[in-house]
């Protein structure tokens, strides 16, 4: 493994996210804020310590050369990238006092990278305009490149959900839209962009002030969930806004590959099998959340309807956004959202957590399973969309899962020793690994993650990245293989 061309890599990524800072400075400074010194010198400081990479590694690397960055050097460049960036994102909530840790605020960075929403401020409303934008934009960042790296990336490295598609699953291409990775994200970022517009109009038409409507749909289009109102989407008590907003979240769980297929008119593309699974299962929750939500917490079924979709939408996207206390639900309203985190978005999408094409598949072999036991002659494979689906691609699948929930149960133990109470630890873990945002117990959705001591921060941050880049691409840094050969040059 060659490190020139892995400093080289990351002194871009980090002079990109100075550029992406200026944003948040140019806003203090033409409002006149305390903040703007100190967004100036995070976005000096980025950008000082990108250019020092890639002025020391440019002589180095060529990275021109498909040979320089390979398998390796892709692992450590994604990981690392998403590190630093949290890191340094981290500056501008620890130098304007917003947050009064740099542990707090390296959580908050990285909850925003990742696209997770779990927050530790807790006077959410008396910041400045300038932070709100920061906190995010770097989410809308975030939910664009995971997308980038599930479509293009990821699966050139044979890990993240896309790599199921490689079996030939029907749906979009599955390594790139176009044979160029530029050209890829190029699209990628058109199509993001696109429906960011639609949806800040969208917001502003029914009703909801411009500045927040673009804060929100930074936050919507990402599966994020930070929101810039202590009560969330619940703040504006509009049924329409509401609506919207689940339409959105919705279409940002979806793999943004079948969209921009649909945008060249291919609207059959959305016969996908995941998508469909995705659709089979939003709808059955929210009318399973609506039955029990009915009576027993609200009196009109309209209401059940409203708060339950919502809800039920904004956890299996992963986004986060409340519009009601479901901490004082029923328990098994409780129970039912705590699995949705688990589940996920799709692949391809924003979304985190383990993905319907994860779940479809494990659906799939368990039912081959069972009627083996009963024809155990018969010869049988595992089809999706009538693919056969390899056996080393679902043997990933299980590994994937086995390797999920392994690391749930441990981040979860490691919370328990920091004498944290078992549902708070549960809730706050399945949350974090699922990049969802608000848990339950003490993290729940009219809560904040600041009562956590400092080092269940640390592990929760861990669970972010490690969910947030499907635990494969962050674990395999671990094992001694691949630190064999280091060097700085070839």
């Known amino acids: 493994m060659q490190i020139a061309p892995i400093l080289h ?14 944003l948040p400075f140019f806003i203090a400074y033409f409002s006149g804020g305390p903040e703007t010194l100190p967004l100036l010198i995070s976005l000096l400081w980025t950008g000082g310590a990108g250019l020092f990479c890639f002025l020391v590694s440019r002589h180095r690397a060529d990275i021109g050369t498909r040979a320089e960055i390979g398998l390796r050097e892709g692992f450590v ?44 401020l807790t006077n959410i409303e008396g910041q400045p305009l300038a932070l709100h934008f920061w906190r995010s934009f770097m989410q809308w960042l975030g939910g664009m490149g995971i997308i980038v790296l599930s479509l293009a990336i990821l699966p050139m490295l044979g890990v993240g959900g896309m790599q199921l598609y490689k079996a030939e699953v029907p749906g979009p291409v599955p390594d790139r839209l176009v044979p160029r990775i530029r050209q890829t994200a190029r699209l990628l970022w058109g199509l993001y962009t696109l ?72 609207i059959r593309v959305y016969r996908d099998p995941e998508f469909r699974f995705y659709g089979i299962v939003v709808l059955i929750s929210v009318v399973g959340m609506t039955l029990v939500l009915w009576h027993q917490v609200y009196p009109d079924l ?103 929930f392994f690391t749930f149960f441990f981040a979860t133990a490691s919370l328990t020793l920091l004498d944290m109470d078992l549902v708070t630890a549960i809730g706050a873990v399945a949350a974090t690994l699922g990049n969802v945002g608000p848990g339950l117990g003490m993290v729940g959705p009219m809560e904040s993650y ?8 640390w592990i929760l941050s861990a669970c972010m990245v490690l969910g947030r880049l499907e635990l494969f691409t962050v674990f395999v840094l671990f094992t001694p293989d691949l630190w064999r050969s280091l060097i700085w040059r070839r």
């Open 9 to 22: 890599a990351l002194g871009l990524l980090l002079l990109c996210l100075a550029g992406a800072m200026s």
């Open 77 to 120: 460049i994604v990981t690392a990238g998403w590190i630093l960036f949290s890191a340094f994102g981290a500056l501008p909530f620890y130098l304007t006092g917003m947050l009064p840790s740099y542990t707090d605020a390296y959580f908050e960075a990285m909850s925003g990278f990742t696209t997770t929403g779990a927050t530790v």
């Open 195 to 266: 429906l960011s517009v639609a949806e800040v109009l969208v917001l502003v038409l029914v009703g909801m002030p411009f500045t927040e409507a673009v804060l929100h749909t930074f936050t919507t289009m990402s599966t994020g969930g930070f929101s810039s109102k202590a009560a969330s989407i619940g703040a504006y008590q509009s049924a329409t806004i509401d609506t919207v907003l689940i339409v959105f979240m919705f279409l940002a769980g979806a793999n943004f590959a079948l969209h921009f297929q649909a945008l060249r008119g291919n």
């Open 302 to 404: 309209s209401s059940a309807l409203r708060y339950g979709a919502f809800q039920v939408v904004s956890i299996v996207t992963t986004t986060g956004f409340v519009t009601a206390d479901y901490g004082v639900w029923p328990f098994f309203a409780q129970f039912l959202l705590l699995s949705f985190m688990f589940l996920g978005g799709c692949a391809g999408s924003t979304g985190g957590a383990i993905k319907h094409i994860r779940g479809l598949l494990l659906f799939k072999v368990s039912y081959d399973h069972l009627y083996k036991l009963i024809h155990p002659k018969a010869v049988r494979h595992v089809k999706v969309g009538g693919k056969v689906i390899p056996k080393e691609v679902l043997e990933g699948v299980h590994a994937f899962v086995l390797l999920y």
């Open 450 to 457: 600041a009562a956590i001591p400092s080092v269940g921060k």
